[in-house]
């Protein structure tokens, strides 16, 4: 869903950029500095994590409007240490974030603005969006069919 939201804001032009980093259970600074500067252009060749995050957000501040997209959150994330204006001190008004979590505990952790929360599909509707995704590549062996049920 994270995917679409920035594939969308892309094609309606509504940011100068669009950053999308999966940050997972366990996530590395190093790689979502990395992820986040490959997006942006930008090589990063420095070992310390502020001198990385302060190249990351002088890079970020260059933009009008971004978003960041930080997809699979599992607790607080310290935006500065990773070199993402935030906030509403001034630091970057034009600076949207968009967090994706399962824990609405990580929303609150990360101080969000506004937390959407998102039910479960219903099986039939679930197995529908399956057979369209997977349409090409879903035979109708009995055998398959009877896995992917």
């Given at each position: 869903?994270?995917?679409e939201?920035?594939?969308r804001?892309n094609l309606?032009?509504?940011?100068?950029?669009?950053?999308?980093?999966?940050?997972?259970?366990?996530?590395?600074?190093?790689?979502?500095?990395?992820?986040?500067?490959?997006?942006?252009?930008?090589?990063?060749?420095?070992?310390?994590?502020?001198?990385?995050?302060?190249?990351?957000?002088?890079?970020?501040?260059?933009?009008?409007?971004?978003?960041?997209?930080?997809?699979?959150?599992?607790?607080?994330?310290?935006?500065?240490?990773?070199?993402i204006?935030?906030?509403?001190?001034?630091?970057?008004?034009?600076?949207?974030?968009l967090?994706?979590?399962?824990?609405?505990s990580?929303?609150?952790?990360?101080?969000?603005?506004?937390?959407?929360?998102i039910?479960?599909?219903?099986?039939?509707?679930?197995?529908?969006l399956?057979?369209?995704?997977a349409?090409?590549?879903?035979?109708?062996?009995?055998?398959?069919?009877?896995?992917a049920?």
């Amino acid at each position: 869903m994270a995917k679409e939201v920035g594939a969308r804001a892309n094609l309606e032009h509504l940011f100068d950029v669009v950053i999308m980093v999966d940050v997972t259970q366990t996530p590395n600074k190093n790689t979502i500095q990395s992820s986040i500067a490959e997006q942006l252009g930008l090589k990063l060749q420095e070992k310390s994590l502020l001198v990385r995050a302060a190249r990351v957000s002088a890079r970020l501040k260059m933009l009008t409007r971004m978003l960041v997209i930080l997809d699979d959150i599992w607790s607080r994330l310290d935006m500065e240490e990773l070199g993402i204006p935030f906030g509403s001190d001034g630091q970057h008004q034009g600076c949207k974030i968009l967090l994706t979590s399962r824990s609405i505990s990580a929303c609150n952790q990360m101080r969000a603005d506004r937390i959407f929360k998102i039910r479960e599909m219903p099986l039939n509707e679930a197995w529908l969006l399956f057979e369209r995704t997977a349409e090409k590549s879903f035979h109708p062996d009995p055998n398959l069919h009877q896995v992917a049920r």
